[in-house]
């Protein structure tokens, strides 16, 4: 990219050749904690690399998620992603006190509880992907054929999509988050679908109820019909190539740290480690505020470095190292503050599911490349794997 200003950094540092996180975001934290940039849009904003400094940002009511706003970081890459001032009921971009109804809603059906009864759910449907992809024969592409399905299929029974329909939900959210195998108009179409489909859905649920979170929802009363439209496309697109992205690159992970597979401590170090929202928590000041000693003027994008922060000296001992055995709770892979990840139990109930069952039932499962050709996201806003081949 060009450099649009003198003086500013470039940014993204993400490309092919560089290891992710860059190593750039060291010096960011060592030189000054905050760098003026400019994003490939033309767009000025504060990066913000400390992991302090990040959480600041993420909790200070001086700073809004509003996208609607002046200065607001406006990044290339959306991915056929709806804005929140586009369709009602996209919660991560309310500042509170509107934010707060559409949390209240929402927090418990995501609590530790309700995820727990959601467990033999999540264990049948990762059966099932593996069932299908032993049955094909001795390898597999694991992105596409395990990574992605689980959490779309684990989501939508969540929601209460009738089975019948999850090929097409299946089919229509991978469109969504494939920024790179797909073009702006099929996700178009897809995005014009989904919220079609989930306008029906909606209709029938209030017609006739079922045990799952859209008739709860509704029966609550709290949220309007055309809002959760906005909530449940948050929910499905919020959660599907996030998790997906970070079961892939576990998978690598765990296979060259094999002493660590079956240990569920890992899960949150496989979080901070991988960091694959990077560049999800975008802020604009609302008023002057001071971070890190910075003066960021009201109108001015922030961006807060997620996995800057997660490999912070100040706050990780050799952060670079991948060791579940640390105390790693702190990491603010899923945001922090009011907007901190709503899906986060549900996360982890995935990721330890897929891994427990995976390396069980397929002890010998191996890379079927070597590492070196595996082809890294370097260029969305999330750090992932296009693919994983695997054999056994
Ligand atoms: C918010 C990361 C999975 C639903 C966030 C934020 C991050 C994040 C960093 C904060 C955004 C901000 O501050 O602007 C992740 C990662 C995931 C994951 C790394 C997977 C490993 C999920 C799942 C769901 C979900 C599975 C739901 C099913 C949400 C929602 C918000 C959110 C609804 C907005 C919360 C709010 O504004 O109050 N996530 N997420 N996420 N996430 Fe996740």
């Known amino acids: 990219m060009t450099i649009q200003d003198t003086g500013v950094t470039e940014f993204p540092v993400r490309k092919p050749d560089v290891p992710f996180p860059p190593p750039q975001y060291a010096d960011f934290r060592d030189r000054d904690g905050l760098v003026r940039s400019v994003l490939p849009t033309g767009c000025p904003v504060w990066l913000v690399t400390r992991h302090e400094d990040v959480r600041m940002v993420l909790t200070d009511r001086r700073i809004s998620s509003n996208p609607s706003l002046p200065g607001f970081p406006n990044v290339a890459v959306t991915g056929g992603v709806p804005r929140q001032d586009q ?14 109804r559409f949390r209240k809603a929402l927090i418990p059906e995501f609590s530790v509880r309700r995820v727990r009864e959601w467990q033999p759910t999540i264990q049948s449907i990762v059966d099932a992907q593996i069932d299908a992809m032993l049955a094909k024969g001795d390898s597999a592409e694991l992105v596409a054929e395990l990574a992605l399905p689980v959490p779309s299929l684990v989501i939508s029974t969540i929601l209460g999509v009738p089975p019948i329909d999850r090929d097409f939900f299946e089919s229509r959210t991978k469109t969504l988050v494939s920024v790179q195998t797909t073009t702006e108009g099929e996700r178009d179409v897809a995005v014009r679908e989904l919220l079609r489909y989930l306008e029906r859905l909606i209709a029938l649920k209030q017609k006739r109820p079922g045990d799952d979170l859209v008739s709860r929802l509704l029966a609550n009363g709290n949220l309007e ?6 909530v449940v496309m948050l929910l499905l697109i919020a959660g599907h190539e996030t998790t997906a992205n970070n079961i892939a690159l576990g998978v690598v992970t765990l296979l060259g740290n094999p002493r660590w597979i079956g240990d569920s401590r890992a899960v949150d170090e496989l979080l901070r480690y ?9 802020r604009v000041a609302v008023e002057d505020v001071e971070v890190g000693g910075q003066l960021i003027k009201a109108g001015e994008g922030i961006m807060p470095l997620i996995a800057g922060a997660n490999r912070d000296d100040r706050n990780f001992g050799c952060p670079e190292d991948f060791d579940p055995g640390r105390t790693t709770r702190n990491h603010v892979a899923f945001g922090y503050g009011v907007h901190q990840c709503l899906g986060q139990n549900l996360v982890r109930a995935e990721m330890e599911i897929v891994y427990r069952t995976l390396f ?5 499962l191996a890379l079927d490349t070597t590492p070196d050709l595996l082809r890294f996201k370097h260029d969305g806003t999330l750090f992932g794997l296009h693919t994983l081949p695997v054999r056994w």
Request: hydrophobic residues 40%; aromatic residues 6%; glycine residues 8%.
């Open 274 to 282: 991988h960091s694959v929202a990077d560049l999800v928590a975008l």
């Open 360 to 364: 069980e039932r397929v002890p010998t």
């Open 87 to 100: 369709i009602p009921g996209w919660f991560v971009g309310l500042d509170p006190p509107e934010h707060d």
């Open 225 to 230: 019909p055309r809002e959760l439209t906005g």
